[in-house]
């Protein structure tokens, strides 16, 4: 198996023996992260155990997006999208961001009424998402062989190149003076009065003020050695990317059974936009209760798994001596066997509506495994039990659209600046507190 072919980040051989903040996980998140820091001055090391980018970050769709976001992410995504507006420009390469308009299809009134309940809580935030109908869609989706009965469609969301957006980021972090080293898993930390006083890599010891973890679908594990109970399952996701191909709309889709956006290559991104594989891993059993609510709202969506992960999955939850090899060591990306199943049906079902993907060439599929939290929003948080530590994980298939403002935000939550935007509803003490965090329903 091999995931999608990630631009390259040059590897920085020198360890730092000290930095203010040392970020654990090469993503869009903790390379946004890095640059926010670096751009203040921060000393800053992020250390990835394997490449930039190499596990969800460049296996999403590349969506970024408003429409259809949990109302406690709205506030987030807008200043995010206005990153992503002038990221070209402000990490001096190409993203493949562009504006390019979203559109979620409506097939039923039933799908009608949650779009318009989501138009509801998004209502106060003025944004430009909208139901449209009849000849607008026609005119958005061209060559479309049966028409849905409306869509509730955004023109100011877009769509980047997730293979080419974080290493951009972390190349731009890199000039702005942070340290960004591959190849070099984080095994642990060093505490000293109980505050975050070291990161314990694989190549030695970095002293620091603050740890960030940002490592996406390992954050559990890692955090779980600390003492810190952190609800967070995985989900698998597969895509399919095609050749270029003429005559397939511009604007991204979502439906029930298939999802599309243009590559910046002019091939496109294909996905069952209504299929993830949930493992059943010994987590699953730990955080029943917590994932329960989900669970009854979206059964549907949700395929469960018995497979190999369950076994991986508890022979490696033991704590590791910060001397010997860590799990982050002996699987350096995680690369999980697409489901060609769910992606070839998804061509199949989009060249039913849209001749023009009978032409379509599959060229690679890949899958990736989504860090999912019990209300599908994610933890960006100072952690009270252990000063200095700072989480960012759990975004639930969110994260790369919302990626440049959580970095932001992560930023503004290290050095105690004003954040972007209100933290509370990312809070890690809303699993503690008696909140019982739940999905939104109905949209």
């Given amino acids: 198996m091999s995931g999608p072919q990630v631009d390259t980040v040059a590897p920085t051989d020198q360890l730092p023996a000290e930095a203010e903040v040392v970020i654990v996980g090469g993503g869009i998140i903790g390379t946004s992260t890095a640059l926010f820091l670096a751009q203040r001055g921060v000393s800053v090391v992020l250390c990835e155990k394997g490449h930039i980018a190499g596990e969800q970050s460049s296996r999403n769709w590349g969506w970024v997006r408003k429409t259809r976001r949990d109302p406690r992410e709205i506030p987030l995504v807008i200043e995010s999208l206005r990153l992503w507006e002038r990221m070209n420009e402000t990490v001096e390469a190409e993203t493949g961001f562009r504006t390019t308009g979203i559109l979620f299809a409506a097939e039923t009134d039933e799908d009608v009424t949650r779009c318009e309940t989501w138009l509801d809580y998004a209502r106060p935030y003025q944004l430009d998402a909208r139901l449209i109908s009849g000849a607008e869609l026609d005119a958005l989706m061209p060559g479309a062989s049966k028409m849905w009965k409306a869509a509730l469609y955004s023109a100011s969301d877009g769509r980047a190149e997730p293979q080419k ?29 109980g505050r975050i006083s070291a990161a314990v890599t694989e190549r030695g010891t970095i002293r620091c003020k603050s740890l960030v973890v940002a490592g996406g679908a390992w954050s559990r594990r890692f955090v779980s050695d600390l003492g810190l109970r952190l609800p967070q399952l995985k989900v698998r996701a597969s895509v399919a990317r095609t050749a270029p191909l003429d005559g397939v709309p511009e604007t991204a889709l979502w439906c029930k059974d298939a999802a599309f956006r243009k590559r910046l290559d002019g091939g496109y991104n294909i996905a069952d936009g209504f299929a993830n594989v949930a493992p059943i891993t010994p987590d699953s059993f730990r955080f029943f209760n917590d994932f329960l609510p989900v669970m009854k709202m979206d059964w549907e969506a949700l395929k469960l798994r018995l497979d190999s992960r369950f076994v991986q999955e508890w022979r490696e939850a033991a704590p590791v001596p910060l001397d010997q090899t860590s799990p982050y060591e002996k699987v350096r990306v995680l690369d999980p066997k697409p489901d060609s199943r769910f992606t070839r049906g998804a061509v199949a079902s989009l060249a039913r509506r849209f001749p023009a993907f009978n032409n379509a060439r599959i060229v690679q599929e890949w899958a990736g495994m989504i860090d999912v939290m019990p209300d599908v929003v994610p933890v960006i948080s100072a952690v009270d039990e252990v000063p200095g530590l700072v989480i960012a994980t759990g975004f639930s298939g969110h994260g790369f659209g919302i990626g440049p403002g959580a970095g932001r935000l992560v930023a503004d939550i290290v050095m105690g600046t004003s954040p972007i935007v209100d933290p509370t509803p990312f809070r890690f003490s809303r699993f503690t507190d008696g909140s019982r965090p739940q999905p939104v329903s109905g949209i």
């Avoid at 890199?174 to 591959?182: D, E």
């Fill in 165 to 193: 957006a974080a290493p951009a980021v972390a190349l731009a972090a890199r000039r702005a003076g942070a340290v960004i080293l591959t190849d070099c898993a984080v095994r642990g930390v060093e505490r000293t009065g």
